[in-house]
């Protein structure tokens, strides 16, 4: 039997301040108005409610703290109002995530770049850290160019690091941003090539691009479903059968990816919405079952067995990896 892992997850959006500025991206705050820190009182809401899950999953805007300066200001003000103990993104999130391992959650944040002390900072509160490499074409794409973020020698950087301090890792391509399949290609060989070294790529995310309102790209074509499935089929042939090609049920149609070799559907949630695309919302649980009917629906940890069993996690979260394999022993892939 052919099992096809998912996540139940709840989905916290610390903040929508972000340094870049990438032509695809509805999420990221273009002025104050439409910007916001999470308190940690709406953290709090949404974990008192958390229902099945067993992952938070923390997304944030790359580096507010170097936004333009209103935003930056903002950032600020908004995080000492919350109480946090410092004016730094990566220092409030751990906060949060301590309040998540309280609350019986596994985290997972994706906060953009970070260093390797920052990555130090998180990792004893992280089941599993991502990064999307999004793709090694970079800053030559139009929708790169007032991102210095998405410098693609920066992000395979940050990956290698959290592979040197063996943090379990979720990494993916953008599909349809203006890359052509060569650079799909070397992107995923330059992913290949970091689990070849230090085996932490737990997933790989094939995300197709999705045209949104309000963003330069918002005339820009989605990738077609065949472009999908190529991409999915080269993925496979690519990267280590342990790595699991992730799609993301809520942006394609499943089924087929999974006949070409995905196995993977991502987080979900019951309780909050996808907030970087916040128009697609996920399938229920059981819809998503018998959309990819015969193959049988599965859920995971955010950090799979294979790095439990190495003891790739914190002292801090180990009751609860525990609690979860003693109430379902069945959970992890
Ligand atoms: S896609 Fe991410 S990095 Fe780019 S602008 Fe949006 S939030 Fe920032």
Request: net charge negative; charged share 25%.
């Amino acid at each position: 039997m052919v099992y096809i892992t998912f996540s139940r997850n709840i989905f916290i959006p610390v903040t929508n301040v972000c340094r870049n500025e990438c032509g695809y991206c509805a999420f990221r705050a273009r002025s104050c108005e439409d910007a916001y820190v999470i308190s940690k009182q709406e953290v709090l809401n949404v974990l008192q409610n958390k229902g099945a899950a067993t992952e938070a999953l923390f997304s944030a805007g790359e580096k507010p703290e170097l936004a333009y300066t209103d935003l930056a200001s903002f950032f600020k003000t908004r995080l000492s109002l919350s109480g946090a103990q410092s004016f730094s993104l990566v220092r409030y999130t751990k906060e949060l995530c301590r309040l998540a391992i309280k609350h019986g959650l596994l985290p997972h944040c994706n906060l953009g770049l970070l260093s390797r002390d920052e990555l130090m900072e998180l990792r004893d509160v992280n089941a599993s850290m991502g990064l999307m490499l999004e793709t090694t074409a970079g800053l030559r794409l139009e929708a790169h160019k007032r991102s210095p973020g998405k410098d693609p020698f920066l992000r395979v950087q940050m990956i290698e690091e959290a592979g040197k301090l063996e943090i379990p890792f979720t990494t993916g391509i953008l599909v349809g941003i203006g890359e052509d399949k060569e650079d799909r290609i070397r992107s995923l060989d330059a992913i290949e090539s970091l689990h070849e070294q230090y085996e932490h790529i737990q997933e790989v995310i094939i995300q197709p691009f999705v045209p949104k309102q309000s963003t330069t790209m918002c005339e820009v074509e989605q990738p077609g479903f065949e472009e999908m499935k190529e991409t999915v089929r080269i993925a496979r042939r690519i990267l280590h059968d342990e790595i699991a090609i992730q799609v993301p049920p809520n942006l394609t149609s499943p089924k087929e990816l999974i006949e070409l070799g995905a196995s993977d559907l991502g987080g979900i949630s019951e309780l909050t919405i996808d907030y970087i695309n916040p128009e697609s919302p996920w399938p229920r649980e059981r819809e998503l079952a018998s959309k990819i009917a015969p193959f049988e629906l599965r859920e995971r940890l955010p950090i799979y067995s294979r790095y439990i069993e190495k003891g790739w996690y914190s002292e801090e979260i180990r009751p609860v990896i525990e609690k979860f394999i003693k109430s379902t022993g069945s959970l992890y892939r």
